[in-house]
Nanobody, 118 residues
Framework: QVQLVESGGGLVQAGGSSRLSCAAS????????MGWLRQAPGKEREFVAH????????LYATSVKGRFTVSRDNAKNTVLLQMDSLKPEDTAVYYC???????????WGQGTQVTVSS
């Protein structure tokens, strides 16, 4: 089992920055892909970014590329999402999730709200 707990988020003005943190615990994460996904009101959950736990390889959705940065701190078992140049359309509940190369996301955090005011 993997436990994921997000923190951060809240209310931020458009153009501002916010940082989300995901504390991971449980079984070894060395083969995991750690993702951030978000769900806005009335919309489907969508992929934001991911980082591989072992190699630190990253992937971003087109909508956030160049504005968001995902990283991991192996020593602290933490995954970070630095969000810059935030837009109102970034408003959503953000989830930290984990999967392997061969599975879908099967471990989820509880989610944290990010609201960007215009």
């Amino acid at each position: 089992q993997v436990q994921l707990v997000e923190s951060g988020g809240g209310l931020v003005q458009a153009g501002g920055s916010s940082r989300l943190s995901c504390a991971a615990s449980g079984r070894t994460l060395s083969n995991s892909i750690m993702g951030w996904l978000r769900q806005a009101p009335g919309k489907e959950r969508e992929f934001v970014a991911h980082v591989t736990w072992s190699g630190g390889n990253t992937l971003y959705a087109t909508s956030v590329k160049g504005r968001f940065t995902v990283s991991r701190d192996n020593a602290k078992n933490t995954v970070l999402l630095q969000m810059d140049s935030l837009k109102p359309e970034d408003t959503a509940v953000y989830y930290c999730a984990a999967r392997t190369e061969f599975t879908t996301y099967n471990y989820w955090g509880q989610g944290t709200q990010v609201t960007v005011s215009s």
